[in-house]
C-alpha cells in the first residue's frame, strides 16, 4: 500500500460528459502528480501541484484541469470527454521537490468512454 | 532538455536467473535522481530503487540493483534470481534538481519464463 488513495476505482461514462477524479497523497507529502496512462502513449506527465500550487505543467488538453485543496487532496476534472481520453490515469505523491524523494502512485483510476 | 531512454520494449528471463533492464537518461542537472518502478499486470506503478547523482556506491534494494554509470548517464536495473512475480513493466524515472517534475522512459516488458 503506496499511502496514496485515488477514487473512484473505474469510471465509465460517455463522450461529451464530464468527470472528477480524486487523489488523496500519503501523509505528509506536498506535492501531487497526475499522470495519463493508455497503451499508445504510454505514461504521460499531465501536471504538478505543490502545497495548492501549479509548479509544472506537462502535456494537459484545455479541456482538463487540477486543483490541489488546502487538506492537500487533489481533483482532475476532465470534460467534454472523447473515446482518446479512455486511459488509466494515475495520482502520485512526494514530500517536496528534492531531487532524492521518489514518487509513490495511487492505484489509478481507469477511464473508459463509451 | 531531460530525457529517458529505454530501448528494449521486451526481454525474457529463466527463472532463477539474473536480467538487466537498461535505461539511459540525458540531463543538464548537475544534481538528480534516478528511480526504477514496477507496473504488473494489475496496474499499480511501485516504486523499487533511487540512486542520487552524486551517491559513490549503487544502489541496492533486495534482489534489485541499479548499475550507474555516471558518465555513461545510464542506470540499468538488475534483478538477481528472477522470480515468476517479477513478469511486468519496468519504468526508467529522472527528476531533476529542481524536483518539479519526473520524467519517465517508454517501459520495458520483462517476461520471467518457468
Known amino acids: 500500500d503506496s499511502g496514496v488513495t485515488q477514487t473512484p476505482k473505474h469510471l465509465i461514462t460517455a463522450t461529451g460528459q464530464r468527470v472528477t477524479l480524486r487523489c488523496s497523497p500519503r501523509s505528509g507529502d506536498l506535492s501531487v502528480y497526475w499522470y495519463q496512462q493508455s497503451l499508445d502513449q504510454g505514461l504521460q506527465f499531465l501536471i504538478q501541484y505543490y502545497n495548492g500550487e501549479e509548479r509544472a505543467k506537462g502535456n494537459i488538453l484545455e479541456r482538463f484541469s487540477a486543483q490541489q485543496f488546502p487538506d492537500l487532496h487533489s481533483e482532475l476534472n476532465l470534460s467534454s470527454l472523447e473515446l482518446g481520453d479512455s486511459a488509466l490515469y494515475f495520482c502520485a505523491s512526494s514530500e517536496g521537490g528534492g531531487a532524492g524523494q521518489p514518487q509513490h502512485f495511487g492505484d489509478g483510476t481507469r477511464l473508459s468512454i463509451l | 532538455a531531460q530525457k529517458i531512454t529505454q530501448t528494449q520494449p521486451g526481454m525474457f528471463v529463466q527463472e532463477k536467473e539474473a536480467v538487466t533492464l537498461d535505461c539511459t537518461y540525458d540531463t543538464s542537472d548537475p544534481s538528480y535522481g534516478l528511480f526504477w518502478y514496477k507496473q504488473p499486470s494489475s496496474g499499480e506503478m511501485i516504486f523499487l530503487i533511487y540512486?542520487?547523482?552524486?551517491?559513490?556506491q549503487n544502489a541496492t534494494e533486495g534482489r534489485y540493483s541499479l548499475n550507474f554509470q555516471k558518465a555513461r548517464k545510464s542506470a540499468n536495473l538488475v534483478i538477481s534470481a528472477s522470480q515468476l512475480g517479477d513478469s511486468a513493466m519496468y519504468f526508467c524515472a529522472m527528476r531533476g534538481s529542481t524536483g518539479n517534475q519526473f520524467y519517465f522512459g517508454t517501459g520495458t516488458s520483462l517476461t520471467v519464463i518457468p
Open positions: 540512486q542520487g547523482s552524486y551517491d559513490q
